[in-house]
């Protein structure tokens, strides 16, 4: 059954049939995604096993994001507005969203698709959507905080949108009005009450219209949460493969019976489960396109730095957004990060040193000398995201393949929700939100 003797000894394990009335599921990818599905099964009495390329768990996407769990910010990034901001920002490298247009089909359909997910409607139907997993996904974190004691850097003082035009600042209200319909606390200050709150921003004082406090918001160091959550999770009995690479699937009848994998000394075997999770982020499509099923999804590049504080009496608080040039910063123990723009340019990976420029531009200038940036920590990774932001939560067309993925600049934000939502799915329980998970087909 296993290709390769060492591979074998290694793997013997993790190929015994599986015990009667317990189902054994094999989730694809250790980021956030797929470590805390991993968890929600194991807590609903499944036979876990997961498998990632890299040698630890959270070392891609989930790696350096911005920090926050913005139950604040369900607005997607396709909205009425968008378009025109697109349109202006076209031909500038540290545009907050950036274009390299490429001879690549795939590109050109998301970014279509992106266009009609526009649509007041389409915008309005995909918010609430966001906000109400949004907000169930953190409870469901509070929860598996308050029952392990699991410690990543945690902070519950909230986000702080920054404006500095009075236009956009203006309508404001509006947004708020938008976040209390779906139970999201905030409250508007204007300049001196966004000072007092926040003195580290002092300095922005004379340019600064005002801010929407996300007051239901947190912060967390997402690469910590996912090695804490998988330590537990082996207390928990779920194993762990790292270092193995998805090749390919086998199929009998219609359904999945294993994975084929490659370690990292090439030696080949296969993983063996009755169902499957893909949570492999931006490599989703590529894994599940061999089977027929075409998921919408675009690698968008996003960038972070993670800089030491030089005086912690001066670093912020609370976690901060500028909403004008799609920058967050956000406070981890004794380090800033923070982290910005987003780049379609497919799978490329190498680092774009304008775009990198620019969010240290940022924090030199909303936050002087509060970091070293001369020891900065830069980084870049690929983003899952769907023309609607929406994430792929649920069933395939083949019975026992089932995705969570799909999730953009939200994976911290929708982790402990869709994780304990597809562990529902797959267990036969109705999921708790209201929320478009995907139906057999």
Request: a positive charge.
């Amino acid at each position: 059954m296993i290709a390769g003797s060492i591979l074998r000894q290694r793997l013997a394990a993790l190929l015994e049939p599986s015990a009667q009335g317990i189902m054994e599921v094999l989730v694809i990818g250790a980021g956030l995604a797929g470590v805390t599905s991993a968890w929600y099964l194991a807590q609903a009495g499944c036979k876990v096993t997961v498998v990632d390329r890299q040698p630890g768990p959270g070392l891609e996407t989930s790696f350096a994001n911005g920090g926050q769990i913005s139950v604040s910010h369900p607005e997607p990034w396709a909205n009425p507005s968008a378009p025109a901001t697109v349109l202006r920002w076209l031909g500038r490298k540290d545009a907050p969203l950036l274009f390299r247009f490429r001879a690549d089909a795939a590109q050109w359909r998301w970014a279509a698709a992106f266009l009609r997910e526009c649509l007041p409607g389409r915008a309005a139907r995909n918010t609430a959507a966001i906000a109400n997993l949004a907000s169930y996904s953190r409870r469901e974190l509070q929860a598996l905080r308050t029952s392990t004691g699991i410690e990543y850097e945690a902070g519950e003082g909230g986000i702080l949108h920054l404006f500095e035009n009075p236009r956009e600042f203006a309508h404001v209200p509006g947004k708020l009005k938008v976040l209390e319909d779906f139970g999201i606390r905030g409250r508007i200050l204007d300049p001196d009450q966004t000072i007092a709150l926040e003195p580290a921003l002092t300095s922005l004082r004379p340019r600064l219209a005002g801010a929407l406090h996300g007051m239901d918001d947190e912060t967390g160091n997402a690469h910590l949460f996912c090695k804490a959550l998988t330590e537990k999770a082996r207390e928990a009995g779920v194993r762990f493969v790292f270092d193995s690479a998805v090749q390919a699937f086998d199929m009998v009848r219609g359904r999945i019976t294993g994975v084929r994998v490659l370690d990292s000394a090439y030696r080949a075997g296969v993983l063996q489960a009755d169902t499957f999770v893909v949570a492999a982020g931006s490599y989703s499509p590529q894994l599940v396109q061999p089977l027929g099923e075409k998921l919408p999804i675009y690698p968008v590049k996003g960038y972070s730095i993670t800089v030491p504080i030089l005086d912690l009496a001066r670093a912020p608080r609370l976690s901060l957004t500028d909403e004008a040039r799609r920058v967050v910063c956000s406070r981890l123990g004794d380090r800033l990060r923070v982290a910005g723009t987003a780049e379609l340019n497919g799978y490329d990976l190498s680092p774009n040193p304008a775009r990198s420029a620019a969010v240290v531009a940022w924090l030199e200038d909303h936050l002087p000398g509060v970091a070293d940036v001369a020891r900065a920590e830069h980084w870049c990774g690929l983003r899952p995201a769907t023309p609607s932001n929406v994430p792929l939560i649920g069933h395939t067309r083949i019975d026992n393949l089932f995705l969570n993925t799909g999730h953009g600049t939200l994976g911290w934000t929708l982790a402990c929700g869709s994780g304990r939502a597809i562990a529902d799915i797959m267990t036969g329980q109705t999921p708790e939100p209201a929320f478009p998970f995907r139906s057999l087909k």
